[in-house]
């Protein structure tokens, strides 16, 4: 991993600001953070030039009808690394993790039909040379994770959060179509999330205004959002780990929704299997892992047991291959 710098105060604070609102104006933003435009301007363009941020638009999977996984892929030592970045170079793959003794493989497998899902678990990665065990998991629930604000980062008060925040509500909903403008649309703002109206346009053969407005109403059905790619450890967070939580069906929701609001938590869901929560988890230091571990986790009455993961490197998040802190756009397809 490169050697990385932990961001100063303002640099958080923008970082925390774009969670609330990816697509909010520069001017927007330094009013909110109390700073000229052009500071705003400077300091994003800084981040985001280094490949250390980077905002990006993306469907969400259930809203939109993607069967999403939870993957948990075993290999051979000498394999694990070019197997990652194969899954990592798919599109409809998101978060890959190297873990445990770097033999084995998290991610998430977003596809667009079952076809597709069972051609990617029952032919293409069987088939993969040192690939010696798959288990996936059905992503049933998210109770935080993806539109849902990590609470981790805690730099903007109260009144800086509101002013910026918009309101989403978790769960089931009606499922929306994506049309081709839709589909176009997102192939832009999954590399930036940030692109301007003009090249959504042009991207989508629609006017600017007509743009604007197919944005708004994607965003307010929860067909889209925008998340911040960005290495916890330019934050000040050094662990990383995913939790495999069994509790009993009848206690699910309720330990689900006592993860979402801790804020070592940027992503918590139920899913199937005999372990049915999978929780990331992101601290300080191991310290700070082994207190939550035993005070929070230990508070949960309904928890039985937990396995944890330790996430040895992050070869991709969201929509961005990654290189240590740096974010690396992924090769034309």
């Not at 104006?25 to 941020?53: C, H, K, M, N, W």
């Not at 597709?116 to 994770?145: C, E, M, N, Y």
């Not at 372990?275 to 207190?291: F, K, S």
């Amino acid at each position: 991993m490169h050697d990385v710098e932990e961001l100063d105060g303002l640099d958080k604070a923008l970082v925390q600001a774009l969670m609330m609102d990816g697509r909010a104006p520069f001017s927007r933003l330094a009013e909110v953070l109390e700073v000229s435009d052009q500071t705003v301007i400077r300091r994003y363009r800084r981040l985001r030039t280094a490949g250390l941020l980077r905002v990006v638009g993306l469907p969400v999977g259930h809203r939109v009808g993607l069967y999403e996984s939870w993957l948990r892929v075993q290999c051979t030592p000498d394999a694990a690394v070019q197997v990652a970045d194969g899954l990592a170079r798919r599109p409809d793959i998101a978060w890959v993790t190297l873990n445990s003794g770097g033999t084995e493989i998290h991610c998430i497998s977003r596809a667009r039909n079952r076809g597709d899902r069972d051609a990617l678990l029952l032919q293409k990665l069987p088939g993969t040379r040192r690939v010696t065990g798959i288990s996936a998991h059905s992503i049933l629930r998210t109770f935080i994770g993806g539109p849902g604000h990590w609470a981790g980062l805690d730099i903007l008060t109260e009144q800086q959060v509101r002013a910026l925040e918009r309101p989403w509500v978790f769960g089931p909903g009606t499922r929306i179509d994506l049309d081709e403008a839709a589909l176009a649309m997102l192939a832009v703002l999954g590399r930036d999330g940030r692109a301007g109206y003009p090249e959504l346009a042009r991207a989508t053969a629609l006017s600017e205004s007509a743009v604007r407005r197919r944005l708004e109403q994607l965003r307010d059905g929860g067909a889209i959002y925008f998340d911040v790619e960005i290495a916890p450890v330019l934050l000040g967070f050094q662990a990383e780990a995913a939790l495999l939580v069994s509790v009993p069906p009848a206690e699910l929701a309720a330990t689900g929704a006592a993860f979402a609001g801790h804020p070592e938590v940027p992503f918590a869901a139920a899913i199937t299997g005999s372990a049915n929560l999978l929780a990331v988890v992101v601290c300080r230091d191991t310290d700070a892992l082994y207190g939550y571990l035993t005070e929070r986790i230990g508070a949960l009455k309904a928890v039985q047991q937990v396995e944890v993961v330790p996430v040895l490197r992050t070869v991709k998040r969201a929509g961005m291959l990654t290189d240590g802190a740096r974010l690396v756009d992924p090769p034309a397809v």
